[in-house]
């Protein structure tokens, strides 16, 4: 019964996963196992200048998810997630929301030690 | 007096001109490289070294036994430089843009100034004329606050002893090159006679226009082109102070650093015309010129 | 799929021609203007503009005249110099403002709107050689690297969309934000010098810039034949630090005259400097496929 967070395009289950973190269209917070879930929109992230990824993190974290599925994540947006203990799965595309929770519940997804994708140096 | 030798287009000589300008400059001056990201100047001027100390910028530094994460800072902080999440504080201090604002607003005084380093501050004389430069910190994604750091410098060199300047600014029209330009009584736009010249003369031309500074256009490698940024000149009032050749001698000379006004007498000439309608436009403007 | 930038750290060394040529010769690829300050690589490839965005990026803050009761709080907290002193009220100079919220934040009279800036367009476009996906700064902007992010991202979309293996990208000068947004991640970074002391001063800080992003690098020394000595040195360099030197083009009055044509080098001739750029581009194409990350092997090419 764990809470998980996943970049979504948009609000629904069947919704295609976002790959992008900091920029994701959206979040889907899902509860593992009854598959209850919310979405919480991701728009503000457009006009932020830099940071959406931590941005996103804080986000997530306050929306209490404890695991995150998603394409792939910055340094600093990684930094922030382990500081909150969020544990990231990375590397899911091309599937759907559903999909990547079915997966998590398989115990298929593969847990990050360290970011797969570069900063933007900012 | 200041003038600022600016373009919007790289490459097209900007350091060239500032180098050659300082030397056949007839008052006190000082020569002030503020292309910190890529400074050249220095390697023109060889100037004598007499100092050179590293510029900070203050960021955040926190005494999480104070702080009861109550988001204040996080809230603020536009660059996401300072984040809460649950109860952990993050500083990621390469963010900080120096806004004091999550120092101001914290109410456990659990924040307290800290430094990044920019990069570093030189100065020295090169012949006759003072030198300036910043250079920042390889990784160093910010240009303006190193560049505000070398402009205090020039506040404290020109309160020891009045002088004229001679800014060479970066390339581009956003946000270092307009820093670079705005303190400047006058600016001279150096572009050469090509397409790109052109187009990113008028981008300088329309970015520079609303500081209501006088500007002059500098041709470098004139001949080597087409004529339509003369056309573009003419279209706007905009009088040009110098046309250089394209003469390989001269390519050939600053690819072994020296100073162009030095190849030769009408290359001498030259300057001390462009130096002349600089100090003229100067004038006009109402600018402070020293002895 | 695979990213190369076109970078120099000087400006004016030939990045934007050159990448103009590479677009020519390439093969099944998106283009990236990532100079979204001082863009050129539109005059050579003359785009028809297909879609048009504008680019919010921060924000800007403006004092509200009725509202400002002249305490003078903003103008006292404002780090970047940008409120003027004024009558009736303070006005805030949106050249200097970087958004940072501490004058609204602690306006005691709530006098200070804080807007969204519109700092630019971005672009995408076809051109003869293919998808081009390009922007304009508005002057003055802080150009912060974000643009140059969105444009990227476009392009990657662009080209997985359309199967494109291949994106190339004319970088932006010197060694800030927006060169970093453009380089992290790059699968392959041209550096584009001359043999002055310029070109090897700037060479060498965007050089180490790559070291630090661990992007592999690929030089071409253009105006080879202005400066032996020099030249010499910067091929030592390439040789010490394993960068693949892949071209040495002497100076060549036709990249201008092609220009004027609005014509990348490689259409307007098949000069001797045209060959030098066709092998370098082989090279670059394998040098940026080639599945490891390491240090290249320099190849020994002649200038004259």
């Known amino acids: 019964m764990t809470k998980i967070a996943i970049t979504s395009e948009g609000p629904l289950l069947d919704d295609a996963l976002d790959p992008r973190f900091g920029r994701a269209a959206g979040f889907i917070l899902v509860d593992s196992q009854t598959l209850d879930f919310k979405y919480l929109d991701n728009g503000a992230s457009q006009a932020m200048a830099q940071g959406a990824g931590i941005q996103a993190a804080e986000n997530i974290s306050r929306a209490g998810a404890k695991v995150l599925l998603t394409g792939y994540v910055g340094p600093k947006a990684f930094m922030a997630l382990q500081a909150v203990g969020i544990k990231v799965a990375q590397n899911l595309e091309n599937i759907t929301v559903r999909q990547a929770v079915e997966r998590y519940n398989a115990g298929q997804v593969e847990w990050a030690q360290a970011p797969n994708r570069e900063g933007h140096g900012r | ?291 | 799929m695979r990213e190369i930038l076109v970078i120099s750290g000087k400006g004016g060394t030939g990045k934007t021609s050159l990448t103009a040529a590479f677009a020519h010769l390439a093969d099944n690829h998106v283009i990236c203007d990532l100079d979204v300050d001082a863009p050129d690589l539109h005059l050579l490839l003359k785009p028809d503009l297909r879609q048009a965005h504008d680019f919010y990026a921060g924000f800007e803050a403006r004092i509200e005249p009725d509202k400002c009761e002249g305490c003078d709080t903003c103008r006292q907290m404002c780090q970047f110099d940008a409120v003027r002193a004024g009558d009736p009220c303070p006005t805030i100079d949106p050249l200097k403002c970087e958004g940072c919220k501490v004058c609204v934040q602690f306006c005691p009279a709530d006098a200070i709107a804080f807007t969204s800036r519109h700092c630019g367009t971005w672009y995408v476009s076809n051109s003869r050689f293919g998808t081009m996906v390009h922007a304009q700064l508005f002057p003055g902007q802080e150009n912060s690297g974000r643009l140059v992010a969105l444009l990227r991202q476009k392009a990657k979309e662009l080209a997985k969309a359309g199967g494109q293996q291949l994106i190339l990208s004319d970088g932006p000068p010197g060694i800030g934000c927006p060169v970093i947004s453009s380089l992290s991640g790059v699968h392959l970074a041209v550096i584009v010098t001359e043999p002055t002391p310029s070109g090897l001063h700037d060479m060498a800080r965007i050089t180490d810039l790559c070291g630090h992003f661990r992007i592999p690098v690929a030089v071409i020394i253009n105006k080879c034949d202005l400066n032996e000595q020099v030249a010499g040195s910067i091929q030592a360099e390439c040789r010490q630090k394993g960068f693949a030197l892949v071209a040495q083009l002497p100076h060549d009055p036709d990249f201008v005259h092609a220009m004027v044509r609005e014509q990348t080098l490689t259409e307007f001739t098949s000069s001797d400097t045209v060959q030098r750029i066709k092998q370098a581009w082989d090279q670059i194409v394998a040098l940026a496929m080639d599945k490891g990350r390491g240090r290249n092997k320099c190849t020994n090419i002649a200038c004259l």
């Open chain 2, 1 to 291: 007096m200041k003038v600022a030798i600016a373009s919007g287009k790289g490459g097209t000589g900007k350091t060239t001109v500032s180098a050659a300008l300082s030397s056949v400059w007839n008052r006190t001056v000082i020569a002030m490289d503020l292309d910190v990201e890529e400074p050249n100047l220095h390697l023109f001027l060889k100037p004598q070294i007499f100092g050179r100390e590293k510029a900070y910028i203050e960021v955040p530094v926190a005494d999480e036994s104070k702080c009861t994460y109550c988001r204040a800072c996080a809230e603020l902080c536009q660059f996401k430089a300072i984040s809460v999440l649950s109860n952990v504080l993050l500083i990621f201090t390469e963010m900080c843009h120096g806004c004091g604002g999550c120092l101001a607003i914290c109410p456990e005084k659990a924040l307290s100034p800290g430094q990044r380093e920019l990069g570093e501050i030189v100065w020295g004389q090169a012949g006759s004329a003072g030198f300036l430069m910043g250079r920042s910190r390889v990784g160093e994604a910010m240009s303006p606050p190193l560049m505000r750091e070398v402009k205090k410098k020039l506040q404290v060199m020109l309160e020891g002893s009045a002088a004229d300047v001679i800014i060479d600014a970066p390339p581009g029209v956003s946000c270092p090159a307009v820093n670079a330009v705005m303190d400047a009584d006058v600016i001279a736009l150096v572009t050469e006679p090509t397409p790109f010249g052109l187009y990113d003369l008028q981008l300088a031309y329309e970015a520079f226009l609303p500081l209501g500074k006088p500007m002059g256009i500098v041709i470098n490698r004139a001949g080597l082109g087409e004529d339509k940024v003369y056309d573009f000149c003419r279209s706007r009032d905009l009088p040009i102070w110098a046309e250089i050749p394209y003469d390989r001698q001269i390519a050939v000379a600053y690819s072994n650093s020296q100073i162009i006004a030095a190849v030769s007498a009408q290359h001498k000439a030259l300057f001390t015309d462009l130096a002349d309608k600089i100090n003229q436009a100067g004038v006009i403007a109402g600018a402070v010129c020293h002895a």
